[in-house]
């Protein structure tokens, strides 16, 4: 049997904000971590002496890291390569560079022809032979409507008949590759996708609103050994036959992944026959402290008994207490600073008990409730927008069937929360509400996804619903 080592979403560069400068090598230690958990999957594709590497596609946070993140990769990979090991490196939607004439991070590889290493940009079939035999790869890299669909095709139909559109040409696309397979040879599909079963992580965030999923119907095909994806950070196993499986992202982007377990995949496989092991990997400790006391007669002091029985050293600590607003002159700041000096990094969130901690409609606080359905609801109850109610829901129509990411990256949510804030005064009615309307699409998949209270937004909320 043929063992491959499949791994995936390493985003080397995230989650500076999580760390700090360490004086001896001035690299941020959050890059460190990400370098370490990195490595302790090359230092098991070594030791076991794997036939082949798999990589899931997101190498980095975008298409342009900077060049001692781009050199810390390639000195892991560098080693397999020492190490006589085939290596494929699929593009991920971060790998892509969307602006001028486009192209991917990883393609340099391609281009410098290192021996044994495979950039999967498009769609096609690899015949590779390793140390235990012939195996066939398919490459499967994001997807966006682009890739498959010229302009005209898509004028003047829904959002579902684009996307009707989109399955059927990577279903045609697939087949011609799946017919020239060797059906004696072992095949493996690697793709960098969302498909329609898959349960969200961090990647939710990045790329926001209903963006193009990949039916399992054509990911269970019975031509198909093992099926390597990406993309998703969070690990699942998604189908048994074949294995269907995301090995989530090797270390926590943010807070979201906080209780997920990260590591990779080893996989023996053989044609007809696959077995499948995840495998963890130690990663820095993120952890979410929550602890009310608006209730407390002394808050200092509840606040100092609940977080000095906490465990956090050297982990990434974010605080959040509950207190009301007359409370907070109680609160001794640098006591705080003194009790969570023992952890890597730490954030204090003072979060106000008030009024806007609760839902303001009913609807809302139901948690399986879609975007438009609750900005529906909420025009309902705003007697005073009905006059621009049907333009508001036209516009989250067209925000909606945008290209995941597109508003978030090249106008950016929070670049309009940013200057509404900024602004205030300067904004037009319309354009407040279209930014009050991504502010709440942001704090109802927030809720749902973290189940988390965020006062920002709900002052947010009551900051443009202020506005004339």
Request: net charge negative; with cysteine; charged share 20%.
């Amino acid at each position: 049997m043929i063992q491959i080592l499949h791994l995936s979403d390493i985003h080397l560069g995230s989650g500076f904000s999580h760390g700090r400068i360490n004086p001896e090598t001035g690299w941020n230690t959050r890059l460190e971590d990400f370098i370490d958990a990195l490595s302790l999957c090359i230092d098991r594709a070594i030791s076991e002496q794997v036939d082949l590497v798999l990589f899931g596609g997101d190498a980095f946070p975008d298409a342009t890291p900077a060049p001692y993140i781009q050199q810390a990769f390639a000195h892991q990979f560098r080693r397999l390569v020492d190490a006589e090991i085939p290596l494929v490196l699929l593009v991920g939607n971060h790998d892509q560079h969307s602006q001028g004439q486009g192209g991917a991070s990883l393609c340099i590889y391609r281009t410098l022809g290192v021996p044994g290493v495979i950039v999967g940009d498009r769609l096609d079939t690899h015949k590779i032979s390793t140390r235990s035999g012939d195996i066939q790869i398919i490459t499967l890299p994001w997807l966006t409507k682009s890739t498959l669909l010229t302009r005209p095709e898509t004028e003047n139909i829904s959002l579902a008949q684009v996307n009707e559109l989109l399955i059927d040409r990577l279903r045609i696309a697939l087949e011609g590759e799946i017919r020239q397979l060797n059906p004696n040879l072992p095949t493996v599909l690697l793709g960098h996708l969302m498909t329609d079963t898959a349960r969200f992580g961090a990647e939710r965030f990045l790329a926001a609103g209903k963006g193009f999923t990949v039916p399992m119907a054509l990911l269970t095909r019975s031509q198909f050994d093992y099926v390597a994806l990406g993309h998703v950070h969070r690990h699942q196993i998604l189908c048994e036959q074949p294995y269907v499986v995301y090995p989530g992202s090797i270390e926590r982007v943010d807070f979201s992944e906080e209780a997920e377990e990260k590591g990779f995949v080893l996989v023996k496989v053989d044609r007809g026959q696959t077995e499948f092991e995840f495998c963890p990997i130690p990663t820095r400790q993120f952890r979410t402290l929550r602890i009310d006391i608006s209730k407390a007669d002394d808050p200092q002091a509840a606040l100092v008994a609940k977080l000095s029985a906490e465990s956090i050293e050297d982990a990434v600590i974010r605080l959040i207490y509950q207190v009301r607003a007359d409370q907070l002159p109680q609160i001794d700041n640098s006591v705080l600073h003194e009790l969570l000096a023992a952890a890597h990094t730490y954030t204090i969130h003072p979060e106000l008990v008030s009024q806007l901690a609760r839902p303001r409609l009913p609807e809302l606080s139901s948690g399986s409730i879609e975007p438009m359905e609750a900005l529906s609801a909420y025009l309902t109850h705003q007697t005073e927008l009905q006059d621009i109610a049907q333009d508001m829901i036209t516009a989250a129509q067209a925000l909606m069937a945008r290209e995941p990411m597109e508003w978030i990256e090249e106008e950016g949510a929070e670049a309009a929360i940013r200057n509404a804030i900024d602004h205030p005064k300067t904004l037009n009615s319309v354009y407040c509400e279209f930014c009050l309307l991504q502010v709440i699409y942001l704090k109802i998949e927030i809720a749902l996804m973290l189940q988390n209270t965020y006062s920002e937004m709900n002052v947010l909320c009551d900051l443009f619903l202020s506005l004339p």
